[in-house]
């Protein structure tokens, strides 16, 4: 029986951290399926979904664990098949503003609010290209209840955006 796990890394940044990861995968049979990472204030962090037997997860966690020795954290927790039962319906968030704190927790409540869920959420502080202010600029996915509209979601965003001084989009995903 195949098992997915998920996988959270974190270590200081250096090259090599992604092919030691999957050197352990392959050698306990499993499969990369999906990953997001990053090199976020000098460490790498990273997340991995994996798929292998179950009677090679005990293996893999041995050598996961043995990484320590390079500095490399890794936490493993059970997961799901990553294909939804069934389509859900999703929007693509996004926001720009001026940097400062609260924007993320803004956002993630006004969101949470409204049930939905987050799938996927990318965000930077970047610096605006005439000013050279920090702007911080997030994206997301977000699945939507059947309850709850699209438009619901971007008038609770507009009026949010308002409050904040920040920019607000709102689309529907295919």
Do not use: Y
């Not at 037997?53 to 059970?78: C, F, H, M, Y």
């Not at 509209?149 to 920019?167: F, K, N, P, T, Y």
């Amino acid at each position: 029986m195949e098992t997915v796990l998920v996988l959270t890394v974190v270590g200081p940044d250096r090259p090599g951290i992604v092919d030691s990861l999957s050197a352990a995968v392959v050698a306990h049979g499993g499969s990369w399926r999906r990953s997001r990472m990053a090199k976020l204030a000098g460490q790498f962090a990273g997340v991995v979904e994996v798929a292998l037997a179950e009677a090679r997860v005990d293996g893999l966690r041995g050598a996961l664990a043995a990484l320590a020795s390079q500095g490399v954290r890794v936490e493993i927790t059970g997961g799901e098949d990553s294909e939804p039962a069934t389509p859900s319906r999703t929007l693509r968030v996004s926001v720009v503003g001026h940097d400062r704190p609260g924007i993320m927790r803004a956002m993630a409540g006004a969101l949470a609010g409204r049930g939905l869920n987050v799938l996927e959420l990318d965000s930077a502080c970047v610096f605006a290209p005439m000013s050279g202010d920090a702007m911080f600029e997030a994206r997301a996915v977000v699945q939507l209840p059947p309850d709850v509209s699209a438009e619901d979601v971007r008038i609770g965003l507009e009026a949010l955006a308002h409050d904040m001084m920040v920019d607000f989009e709102v689309d529907e995903t295919d």
